[in-house]
């Protein structure tokens, strides 16, 4: 940020110009489709006799066709890597359940690298990279979330889905729900750039259809499961061709980019016809991860044409945004690479050197299986169970030995060249060994389990993510997504969940259960350390819901049963990371209960800490400061408090800037109603007293704003200062306050660094830049021309320049009726300093990410009844930070997705994400 380039430039920039530059030139839409399990030979472009697939066909022709585009063979894997570009080992995700499918909630996805540049985003259907927030879409970057977090659903007909983290029922057949979705967020936001990922749950099993399309295969002679599967897929066919000409009917073909991708090899239809390729889904053949990839976007102008050079999941993310002009995040690292010289028929020099690495990790974190693949060869590992089948449940010493084949000569992986090319398995399996080093430096665990997030409560935490000591067995095979625990018949076994509390305070435990009446009775326990509750368990039948299964020999695995709950109690438990445990103290009957899931419900009390209420905020007893009236400076007002969490290691600090006008206030206004939670949360606080504008002006300062602007950024370098006294983490300080103080707090989060390097003062030579803000009813300009513009009847900000009503101007006394009229007939004049001092003119492409919210939601152009504090300047503000590539959360009653609701909640997922990089 060059502050003098940006005040020359708004000089001589005629007003006209400035209005056309403040408004963001549209980006592409993104509608990135995913179906899961579907096979590369799927598809009637592929050459599958007996299906037909004309609208996904269409686009295929229609677009680029990626004839050899690769994935993990497994689900979760490759949606981590499609969501980061990065190997999915990397991200933390090395499994499909037990959490191990969970990425961490530090990885930027695309959905977050998007929305800087002002997009709105959308996951539709299944997520499969986490169930808890903020492991969850809205955790991880989208706007918005309809469909179910976890690896696959049992019912495909009105079935119940998640919006947001609320159950909602749905009416039809799951695809059409979801593309109907689908369909109506791309209405809804069509004004806007927008990023809607659309992941199918079908073909995945259960096999579950609709009769029409499934009696269309039936009547072919194929048995239930391929008739079901491929009746699914043309289902899908048909759904693309609905979407694509809903963009046809909202005018948005052109300019949208349309993807289509599958996760992994395919399952059903693979011993029908699998395009000569060897393996399926879990293979480490080419069966196993080559898959479609066809992009479509009319307005770049791409010829229709078919790539044969090995591309991956990981380059998604660098395309899109390579396609979309969006940067990607300072210190990223991505390990693909864009695809434009291959969309553009360019230089594709790169491609003939190109090497990719798959590994399979299951339940261990082995380093087998894995495959390497160039564009000649593909080598394998596999790993061998007991019986000689294929199996990643072995360890590595009973993996195979390499084999290599040769794909351009040999692509049914029929002939093992190994021992004719000894030096060709030594070099690639060298390069495996030394990648697999590489992702897996992090190590491979499963993530505790989060739960006291408002954005997430009450939190469910299944069986499948749960340890537990047999006899307890799940209930319907290896415990996938929607099992429970059955076999509960010895007291000494035990059921237990590895949690990260993110607030501290009082949570009721609910158990979903069964019990038959023969076993009602048993006393079960739920603690956490030396806090527990008790109680009996009584009968409840939990009847088993019939589901419309196609397939009557695989139905045992995707079982719904009408789960009875009961509350336990309410644990009173710190911050920080525990073990949830469940025992049984008595068994009466054969067996405790079958178990389905625990929840956990972080108590009002403790989740209405947010937004700090203007009014009634004296009523709240805040805690006495470790330190208070700390001088930062040599002026009486020039004093802060600052009150320490307790933590072992250095704190986040929340730095407060309270409101007033510049005029008013005290430093505890509109700070109380937080400082419990924050500390809580272990997160420091410090709120800073400043020498107000008429003690600026007394000293001489002109304009008079720059006293408390500049006050606010001496108090910081002061705190900075003593950041090892006070236990304080320099890296994750996120400003904060009201009304003039939020003014002041966005001022500092967008200014150019104050820090004086060659200072004397070791003071003057502490950084003044954030990791965040969070303000509430914040003046972001105080350019009076901007105001009347977004607000007519605006009336705010002169006496920040000195000048009040009665005061003489650069005008006659007398010709305007108010201080701000005066204050705009100087506009011209006091432009350098008005823009030195408007967070709005200040913004740029490198800012911190900043959460604003207001009382009412914005109307522009009209009269406010608080025009001092309305939500217009909010709105101006987002449009401002999209414009720069600067994530910007604008908060309002009615405001659409909101990702934190609260603001102490954007508080701490800032710091925690800091902390986990």
């Known amino acids: 940020m060059n502050i003098f380039a ?272 060897r393996g399926g889904k879990t293979s480490m053949h080419e069966g196993g991860m080559r898959v479609p990839l066809f992009m479509r976007w009319p307005a770049a102008k791409w010829t229709p044409h078919v790539v044969k050079s090995i591309v991956s999941h990981i380059d998604l993310y660098p395309t899109l945004l390579d396609l979309c002009g969006v940067k990607a995040p300072d210190g990223l690292e991505i390990d693909g690479v864009t695809l434009r010289p291959l969309l553009e028929k360019s230089d594709s020099r790169l491609w003939s050197e190109r090497i990719l690495f798959t590994h399979n990790p299951i339940d261990e974190a082995n380093k087998y299986p894995g495959a390497v693949r160039t564009q000649k060869y593909r080598l394998v590992r596999e790993i061998k169970g007991p019986s000689g089948g294929s199996s990643a449940k072995a360890n590595d010493a009973s993996a195979t030995a390499w084999q290599l084949y040769d794909m351009e000569s040999d692509p049914g992986e029929s002939t093992n060249i190994a021992k004719e090319y000894p030096d060709i398995v030594q070099r690639l399996s060298a390069q495996y060994d030394t990648w697999f080093a590489d992702i897996s430096r992090e190590g491979l665990k499963r993530f505790p389990l989060p739960v006291g997030y408002a954005e997430h409560n009450p939190v469910e935490l299944h069986v499948p993510q749960a340890f537990f000591d047999k006899p307890l067995r799940f209930a319907c095979g290896p415990g996938f997504a929607n099992d429970w625990l059955t076999g509960w018949t010895d007291s000494q076994a035990k059921v237990w969940y590895e949690i990260e509390i993110a607030q501290a305070g009082d949570y009721e435990i609910e158990i979903a259960y069964g019990c038959p009446t023969a076993d009602k009775g048993s006393r079960i326990r739920a603690g956490v350390g030396d806090v527990a509750v008790e109680a009996v368990v009584p009968a409840a039948e939990a009847k088993e819901i019939p589901l419309p299964h196609r397939d009557e020999a695989g139905k045992s695995k995707y079982r719904n049963r009408d789960w009875a709950t009961l509350k336990l109690g309410t644990l009173k438990l710190p911050k920080g990371p525990a073990k949830l445990t469940l025992e ?260 740029s492409h490198d800012d911190p990410p900043v959460w604003l919210s207001y009382r009412e939601a914005p109307a522009l152009a009209q009269p406010q009844k608080d025009p001092t504090h309305t939500a217009n300047f909010g709105q101006k503000l987002l449009e401002r930070c999209q414009q720069a590539g600067v994530s910007c959360e604008l908060v309002y009653p009615g405001a659409p997705a909101v990702r934190h609701a609260q603001m102490i909640n954007f508080i701490i997922a800032q710091v925690a994400k800091e902390q986990e990089k």
């Open 6 to 277: 940006i005040l020359a430039a708004l000089l001589i920039v005629p007003l006209g110009a400035l209005k056309a530059a403040d408004s963001l030139a549209k980006k592409p839409n993104i509608l990135l489709i995913v179906t899961d399990d579907q096979g590369y030979g799927d598809f009637s472009i592929h050459g599958n006799p007996h299906l037909q697939t004309p609208h996904t066909d269409k686009l295929a022709e229609t677009g680029v066709r990626f004839d050899r585009f690769y994935v993990n063979s497994f689900c979760a894997p490759t949606r981590a890597a499609l969501l980061t570009g990065r190997w999915p080992l990397r991200t933390g995700c090395h499994g499909v359940t037990h959490n191990r499918e969970a990425m961490r909630s530090s990885e930027v996805t695309i959905a977050e690298a998007l929305h800087g540049a002002g997009y709105r985003s959308a996951c539709i259907g299944k997520w499969h990279n986490g169930e808890q927030y903020p492991f969850t879409p809205q955790g991880q970057g989208f706007d918005e979330f309809f469909g179910f977090n976890n690896g696959h659903w049992n019912n495909y007909f009105n079935a119940v889905l998640l919006r947001g983290a609320k159950h909602e029922a749905t009416k039809g057949y799951i695809t059409d729900v979801l593309t109907d979705e689908a369909m109506k967020f791309i209405s809804a936001n069509k004004a806007a750039s927008f990023f809607c990922y659309l992941a199918y749950n079908a073909p995945h099993s259960p096999y579950q259809v609709p009769n029409r399309y499934f009696d269309k295969f039936k009547v072919k002679g194929f048995d239930d499961v391929v008739a079901a599967f491929y009746g699914m897929c043309e289902n899908l066919d048909d759904n693309v061709g609905r979407l694509l000409a809903h963009l046809d009917t909202e005018h948005l073909a052109d300019n949208t980019i349309v993807l289509f991708l599958t996760d992994n090899g395919g399952t059903a239809g693979v011993k029908i016809y699998n395009a000569g390729m």
């Open 584 to 843: 049984a103290l008595t068994i009466p009957g054969t067996q405790v209960m079958d178990l389905k899931h625990v929840e956990m419900n972080l108590r009002p009390s403790h989740t209405n800490a947010s937004i700090p209420k203007i009014k009634g905020a004296q009523a709240v007893q805040p805690p006495p400061p470790t330190f208070a009236d700390v001088p930062y400076g040599t002026h009486p007002k020039q004093v802060l408090d600052f009150w320490k969490a307790d933590s072992a290691k250095a704190s986040p600090l929340l730095f407060f800037v309270h409101g007033g006008g510049w005029t008013g206030g005290t430093r505890i206004g509109g700070l109380s109603g937080m400082l419990k939670p924050l500390l809580s949360a272990g997160i420091s606080v410090v709120s800073v007293e400043y020498r107000f504008i008429s003690e600026a002006m007394a000293d001489g300062i002109t304009p008079p704003v720059k006293g408390p602007m500049l006050d606010a950024a001496r108090a910081l370098q002061f705190v900075r200062s003593k950041a090892g006294e006070w236990n304080i983490d320099k890296t994750r300080i996120v400003a904060s306050g009201n009304s003039a103080g939020a003014c002041t707090s966005l001022w500092l989060t967008y200014h150019d660094d104050l820090a004086d390097p060659a200072s004397s003062n070791p003071v003057a030579r502490e950084s003044t830049r954030l990791l965040a803000a969070a303000v509430s009813n914040a003046q972001t300009t105080l350019d009076p021309l901007l105001m009347r513009e977004w607000t007519p009847n605006s009336h705010y900000g002169g006496h920040a320049f000195g000048i009040f009503k009665g005061q003489p101007s650069v005008a006659e006394a007398g010709e305007f009726d108010t201080d701000f009229d005066r204050f705009l007939s100087c506009r011209d004049k006091l432009q350098p300093l008005i823009n030195e001092y408007s967070p709005y003119a200040l913004v």
